[in-house]
């Protein structure tokens, strides 16, 4: 099967599926996140205590078929579907986290992920990357540096201000973080297309994917446990790790992108979108964050009703 009939037979259905298991995943793992104590930025500490929960332990199998979902959609899509597509990953797990909170879902919040969604789409549509290789050039030292500091400015930021500032600092270095990750993910699969199995473990690609990865997935965890809400923390985590992909195409591999000043225009109009969609999303979230603190109260015996 080949062609668009794979896109919308085989490419479309594993996205949603995909986006659906990593927002349930996300939203549990948020979850989970409330149940241990609460510790700093990037202490493994914190994935010590997830593991002991099986409700934890089982979302993670989760991401993996997601993961799989994920691979299956790309194989048989193009990028630009596809990853649009997981970004509703977003509305899953407001949904999910709604229903496990006993809360109705709230209208602001999958205003602002449809901003965030549609965005990104247009972004990607316009700018149509294509060409390149899969061969990390010298060239990528700047756009490396530039990710790196912007990670690091991010977790200052995340250690300076509280709510949901912190947040979506935390979710916007773990997005860059996951980007770095699918771009590395990438020569290590063309390393193993090109010698096999062995040749992976001749480069610095795979050790630093070893690296790289689980910084990723501990930040997600921190920016889930800091949040009150999913939505917020995903939104950005889910926008920038293929805008940052995009990023890493152009200035790693050698990409093309078109460039005219009507695509730019309407890049610079997705990208309003986005940052719309993610200034909602934040405002939203600190508002109904409050309100929570304001309707939670303990009872005499210790437990947590809420008004």
Known sequence: MTGTGAWFTVAVPAALVGAASFG??????????????????????????????????ASVGTVI???SLQVVALAYGP?????????????FAALHAAWLAHRKLDRI?????LGCMSGLSAFLLLARPAGGDETIEPQAIPLAVVLGVITVVCLLAASRFPG???????????????GVTAALMKVVASQFRAGGFVEPFQHWVLYAVCL?????????????????????ALAVITTVDPL???????????????????????????AVAIIGGIVLLTHRGEALRREIEDNESIDSDGTVTWG
């Open 244 to 270: 940052v992909g995009v990023a890493i195409g152009i200035g790693w591999f050698g990409e093309r992108v078109v460039a005219t000043p009507a695509v730019l225009g309407g890049q610079a109009a997705a």
């Open 212 to 232: 790289v990865g689980p910084c990723g997935f501990l930040l997600s965890q921190n920016a889930f446990q800091q949040g009150k809400l999913i939505s917020p």
């Open 109 to 113: 919040v999958v205003l602002g992920a």
């Open 24 to 57: 349930m995943a996300s939203a549990v793992q948020q979850r989970a996140t409330k149940q241990v104590p609460n510790i700093r930025t990037l202490n493994p500490r914190l994935l010590f205590e997830l593991v002991r929960k099986p409700i934890w332990l």
């Open 164 to 178: 949901e500032i912190r947040v979506i600092a935390l979710a916007l270095a773990t997005g860059v973080i996951y």
């Open 65 to 67: 078929v997601g993961l």
């Open 79 to 91: 990028l630009m579907l596809v990853q649009p597509l997981l970004v509703t990953s977003v509305l």
